[in-house]
């Protein structure tokens, strides 16, 4: 087995490697803009700024088909408030969780480091996890008998993978335009889409992960350790719908078909999953642009199905929540001389 971790290491670095290649900025110096400038416009050249709230999350969902039942682990992350630029390929974003935006409620403490990375290219689009957790809450209350929530401090969720994907109708279609905003789409487009991805994770706890109260023979077989990674081709469609220049929806679905391997622990013993999983990557974005400023919502949600054993189902979600004010301004000329030494050493 450590020869195939070795080997979806490879292929998650590989593809990294070339989407970062294809967005290279000594390689936009020798490529003209070819895009169809009626369908949108570029404003790379600009700094995009943008005042934002975000929220992250890692959700671990059970399903039992056999009995009809599910349940989610979840963590208690915080409401971010941060600043951010865009100029030509760099997006750099500071956030942070204050206080007076996440008022305590009973969820538990969550210890955590989202390491989210989504950046849209011209052509390819790159999506990269680090998410490393610790402490989960059960949603809902019914399994416990005084309304508080069931808390599982023990619990870690540990995800790394890497998603990258072409945009063939990339002349008139701009991921930019909804989720880095440093351009505006004007007119209705639509693309394919399609690539590579792959994952590698580990859900570790103290004790059983299936709760005795949700499942109890379930529970009774002590399964408290899960190691996975998967890899394969995915494929989907995203549509701009453009209302009066400068009113945008965008919603992007791609599904996958990666193999996978799953390693279950249970009772100091351990056995190994194999087959296919069909993973799901869902983005939405809304809001309202022009030449100078705009305002944008922003959802992304991924799916990674585990093979578990039985008739059941364990998958990992992993999203993002943003809300964006964006106002473009050029930079100084010292500003610019600056930002052209970056450009140079990027």
């Given at each position: ?129 680090g998410q490393f957790y610790r402490g989960f809450y ?168 585990l093979h578990a054993k039985g008739e059941g189902e ?5 999203g993002n929540a943003r809300l964006n004010f964006v ?20």
């Amino acid at each position: 087995m450590l020869a195939i971790f070795r080997a979806l290491a490879t292929l998650a670095f590989a593809l990294l490697a070339v989407a970062m290649q294809a967005q290279s900025p000594s390689q936009k110096k020798h490529t003209p803009d070819l895009h169809d400038t009626t369908y949108y416009v570029s404003y790379e050249n600009q700094i995009t700024g943008r005042f934002y709230f975000s929220k992250k999350y890692t959700l671990l969902r059970f399903r039992n088909f056999a009995e009809g039942y599910s349940f989610s682990y979840r963590p208690n992350t915080t409401l971010n408030m941060g600043v951010g630029a865009t100029y030509r390929w760099a997006t750099l974003n500071l956030a942070y969780g204050f206080g007076f935006l996440n008022p305590e409620r009973g969820q538990g403490k969550t210890r955590y480091l989202d390491l989210q990375f989504h950046t849209y290219g011209r052509k390819i689009i790159l999506d990269a996890f680090g998410q490393f957790y610790r402490g989960f809450y059960l949603a809902g209350t019914d399994i416990t008998t005084d309304n508080s929530y069931y808390l599982r401090p023990d619990l870690k969720v540990n995800l790394v993978g890497v998603s990258t994907q072409y945009i063939f109708n990339h002349d008139r279609f701009s991921y930019r335009a909804a989720f880095h905003q440093n351009e505006w789409q004007k007119k209705s487009a639509g693309t394919f889409i399609a690539g590579l991805e792959a994952f590698y994770g580990t859900v570790l706890a103290d004790s059983t992960i299936v709760p005795t109260a949700v499942d109890k023979p379930v529970a009774t077989g002590n399964a408290d350790r899960l190691k996975f990674f998967e890899f394969g081709p995915n494929v989907g469609y995203a549509y701009s719908l453009v209302i009066r220049n400068h009113f945008y929806i965008t919603g992007s679905a791609a599904v996958s078909l990666d193999y996978s391997g799953t390693q279950i622990v249970q009772n100091s013993e351990d056995y190994w999953v194999y087959g296919f999983s069909p993973n799901t990557f869902f983005r939405v974005f809304c809001g309202y642009n022009t030449r100078v400023w705009a305002v944008s919502a922003i959802y992304l949600t991924n799916a990674v199905h585990l093979h578990a054993k039985g008739e059941g189902e364990v998958t990992l979600n992993t999203g993002n929540a943003r809300l964006n004010f964006v106002y473009r301004f050029k930079p100084s000329r010292k500003a610019k001389r600056m930002l052209k030494y970056i450009d140079r050493v990027g």
